[in-house]
C-alpha cells in the first residue's frame, strides 16, 4: 500500500493563505510588543528622573543622663566608646 497521500492544490492554497495572514498577524504582535517594552522603559526612566539625589550627613551626639543616686543601662545600637563612672558600690 502506498503511504503518500496527494492533497489536493485548492487545499494546499488555502491553507498557505491561512499561514500567510497568520505570519503577518504575529509579525505586527511582535512589532507592538516591542514598541510597548520601549514605551515602558522609557516611562520608567521618566519616573525615576524626577526624584533628586540627596547626600545625608552624620551628626555625633553627646547626652549627659542623671541617674540620681543609681546606675543607668544603656542599650542601643552601635559601639559604646568609654569606661564606666557611676558609683555603685555595696550600700
Known amino acids: ?16 493563505a491561512r499561514m500567510e495572514r497568520m505570519i503577518k498577524r504575529l509579525w505586527i504582535l511582535c512589532i507592538l ?4 517594552l520601549v514605551g515602558t522603559n522609557a516611562g520608567w526612566l521618566y ?3 524626577q526624584f533628586e539625589m540627596v547626600e545625608s550627613s ?14 543607668a543601662n544603656v ?3 552601635g559601639d559604646i ?10 550600700e
Do not use: A
Open 1 to 16: 500500500m502506498d503511504d503518500h497521500k496527494d492533497v489536493p492544490y485548492i487545499v494546499h492554497e488555502s491553507i498557505m
Open 33 to 36: 510588543l516591542v514598541l510597548l
Open 47 to 49: 519616573f525615576e528622573s
Open 58 to 71: 552624620t551628626q555625633d551626639v553627646n547626652q549627659d543622663v542623671n541617674t540620681g543616686e543609681g546606675s
Open 75 to 77: 542599650t542601643g545600637i
Open 81 to 90: 566608646y568609654g569606661e564606666d563612672t557611676s558609683d555603685s558600690s555595696t
